[in-house]
């Protein structure tokens, strides 16, 4: 699975923001797809997960930094998973990754559990 983030760029704080990830090579169907993200200095971190069930539901988790302002989701048909992100603030500026997993029985938040990455795409969110 390659995966290809886009979106990001230079926005004012309090405004949106939504991420892309495409994926290619095969369908994503059967794994869950994650966002993270790493600011300068800092370890990466996760930010929010879309987990694959029965095909028909989905199950999302949040970081306690992002919930309640933020929505991952996903197109099978487009084979891409989206990050939109509201009320952003400056300390969300980072570099954001999608991340890709074999779907398992449970959440994981650890960058080592998923297998695919993007290339990650800059988030920066002024005062």
């Known amino acids: 699975v390659q995966l290809q983030a886009s979106g990001g760029g230079l926005v004012q704080a309090g405004g949106s923001m939504r991420l892309s990830c495409a994926a290619s090579g095969r369908t994503f169907v059967g794994y869950d797809m994650a966002w993270f993200r790493q600011a300068p200095g800092k370890e990466r971190e996760f930010v929010a997960v879309?987990?694959?069930?029965?095909?028909?539901?989905?199950?999302?988790y949040y970081a306690d930094s992002v919930k309640g302002r933020s929505t991952i989701s996903r197109d099978n048909a487009k084979n891409t998973v989206y990050l939109q992100m509201n009320s952003l603030k400056p300390e969300d500026t980072a570099v954001y990754y999608c991340?890709?997993?074999?779907?398992?029985?449970?959440?994981?938040?650890?960058?080592?559990?998923?297998?695919?990455w993007g290339q990650g795409t800059q988030v920066t969110v002024s005062s």
């Open positions: 991340a890709a997993r074999s779907s398992g029985n449970s959440y994981r938040t650890r960058s080592y559990e998923y297998d695919y």
């Open positions: 879309n987990r694959w069930t029965d095909g028909s539901t989905y199950y999302t």
